[in-house]
């Protein structure tokens, strides 16, 4: 069995203040790329204005990723732009990110090939996380 071309893939809107991230948003992505933890497919930088959500795809927004190649352009469409972009407050910008979750692309192969699927998946962000456990800390 021949593992899957392409893993799960997530979007992400990544928001940050101002027009532009800041360094360490794009060092960040480009640690995982170069991991191989994700495969960035897609990017596109969105705001949102008074007059609604703008976008610009990777090559027009003046964002580099260094020699990291976008393996799926154009897999963020205008509707998914303007759905997600829409969820930004007034003044803010983001990186809609299309990954590709490399390390799941082995399991997923798997499970199909045994007549099976993931079922369901949830995340649960960062922020929750970590005031759970630090909260089940303090109950110690």
Do not use: Q
Request: aromatic content about 2%.
């Amino acid at each position: 069995m021949d593992d899957l071309e392409f893993g799960p893939v997530e979007l992400v809107l990544a928001a940050y203040e101002g027009d532009a991230p800041d360094a360490g948003v794009i060092e960040a992505v480009l640690d995982l790329v170069e991991a191989g933890t994700v495969r960035l497919l897609d990017l596109v930088h969105v705001s949102r204005t008074e007059e609604g959500v703008e976008f610009l795809e990777m090559d027009e927004s003046g964002i580099t990723l260094g020699e990291i190649e976008l393996a799926g352009v154009g897999l963020v469409g205008e509707e998914d732009v303007h759905e997600l972009g829409g969820r930004l407050p007034v003044g803010a910008s983001a990186l809609l990110l299309v990954v590709e979750l490399v390390w799941a692309r082995h399991l997923a192969s798997r499970l199909l090939a045994a007549g099976g699927a993931v079922v369901d998946s949830v995340r649960i962000p960062a922020p929750v996380v970590n005031a759970v456990v630090a909260e089940a800390r303090d109950d110690r």
